[in-house]
């Protein structure tokens, strides 16, 4: 058994990201263990532009920001296992972390660790989770599985499409599929809102002509060998289907972009309490866990809608592993952090008294315009702002003040007040 200081779970922008920041402060015995034959994770596939506004100021693809902390990391030397899967991560009684992981290279083989990040990223909501009614027929895939299919292995997956859902993924494949020459018929969204970002849905529908249907969702499926067509109707307020609305589109592929799932399944072997909500890690400002010396970031921990603030976030956690490794733990006493009117989650959930300089981010519930973001500590509010528009696809980020967390010596909640209240 080989023994590190700091084990990195994930390769991607997350997971490199936190060893250049945890190495920065002092790290030397380090390890990033990835399951794929190259560092950069999902970036690998996202050939689009738009990555590295807000980090570098000039818009970058996938691949291409990537490459930016993958040549810092082969400058830097910090070690990574590549093509190594992760099966497990445990716990021993004298605070080491157990990491259990298998490659073609190396064969089974277990790593002790003193503190460990969990970057394993997200995974796409299947067709098995829909209950949509229907054959189970070729042609049905996740808008990621279709992405890799067009950007790397340089397949069409069909030439007429209709897509479920409208994440970023999906927003992205359809103006993909239709450069590529096939044929978008709709976009359909169960809610009354996208859950992409505007520029999106700016740039892959309306500048192609791709109608979105809002508050419209596929009730069946039909076709033997191969998809023929979908059944699409409209739904009220409660999310089910308007009997007498359904329309039949006739169409060979059906792309699913109807959520991500943090990857937390070594999580959950390690013990580590989950949010409900997130389907991540419960952390405090500094990203640790519940168990103490594991670290949490990236899309494993929540959904992000840009990578610049999963390396930001990134960050966080490897500067905070790397004080854990020094100081021997981290002590201080947390509250919680929960989200009130509006608001459907904040991370972090909870916040150590005496806590420095940090950001807040969390999703609102709904779109709202012209409204203040609101937040109290045991019902005094601490810090405020006016938001112009506020959307369930946009994370927002709130930083707060020493002075303002000077104030904190109980529960926060953070909510949303709209205009007029």
């Given at each position: ?13 997350a997971g ?17 263990l ?45 070690p ?20 259990t ?13 003193r503190?460990?990040?969990?970057a ?37 997956p ?168 020094q ?65 369930p696809?946009e ?27």
């Open positions: 058994m080989k023994d590190f200081d700091l084990v990195i779970i994930g390769g991607g922008p490199m990201a936190a060893a250049l920041a945890a190495q920065e402060q002092g790290v030397r015995d380090l390890l990033i990835d399951r794929e034959p190259q560092l950069g994770g999902i970036l690998e596939q996202c050939i689009h532009n738009g990555f590295g506004l807000h980090r570098f100021q000039e818009e970058l693809t996938g691949p291409e920001y990537a490459a930016r902390f993958a040549s810092r990391v082969e400058q830097e030397k910090i990574y296992r590549l093509d190594t899967m992760v099966l497990d991560l445990s716990v021993c009684p004298d605070g080491g972390k157990i990491v992981a298998v490659s073609p290279s190396e064969g089974y083989r277990k790593i002790r660790a503190a460990v990040v969990l394993m990223g997200c995974r796409e909501r299947p067709r098995g989770a829909l209950n949509i009614a229907g054959t189970r027929p070729a042609g049905i895939y996740t808008a990621g599985a279709a992405q890799k299919f067009v950007n790397m292995k340089g397949m069409l069909g030439k007429r499409a209709v897509i479920l859902g409208s994440g970023d993924i999906g927003l992205i494949m359809a103006r993909r599929m239709t450069l590529e020459g096939a044929k978008v018929e709709a976009v359909c969204e169960l809610m009354p809102y996208s859950g992409g970002l505007t520029r999106n849905i700016v740039q892959c529908l309306e500048d192609f002509g791709i109608p979105l249907l809002l508050s419209h969702t596929v009730v069946n499926i039909r076709g033997r060998e191969r998809l023929t067509g979908v059944t699409i109707a409209a739904v009220g307020p409660d999310r089910k289907p308007i009997p007498g609305t359904e329309r039949d589109i006739p169409c060979d592929t059906l792309l699913l972009s109807v959520g991500l799932i943090p990857e937390n399944e070594l999580s959950k072997s390690a013990g580590v309490q989950l949010d409900p909500v997130t389907g991540g890690a419960v952390v405090d400002e500094c990203r640790q866990t519940s168990v103490p010396g594991v670290f949490a970031c990236g899309n494993v921990l929540h959904v992000h809608d840009l990578v610049d603030f999963v390396s930001e976030e990134a960050e966080i956690a490897g500067k905070q592993a790397a004080a854990y490794l100081k021997g733990g981290m002590d201080g006493e947390t509250f919680p952090v929960s989200a009130g009117e509006g608001v459907r989650y904040v991370v972090p959930q909870r916040i150590r008294r005496g806590a420095e300089p940090f950001s807040l981010y969390f999703r609102v519930r709904d779109v709202a315009k012209n409204a203040r973001i609101v937040v109290e500590c045991n019902g005094k509010q601490i810090a405020s702002r006016k938001k112009r528009r506020a959307a696809g994370m927002e980020n709130f930083p707060l003040t020493a002075a303002q967390l000077a104030g904190v010596d109980g529960p926060v909640t953070v909510r949303l007040e709209k205009e007029g209240e």
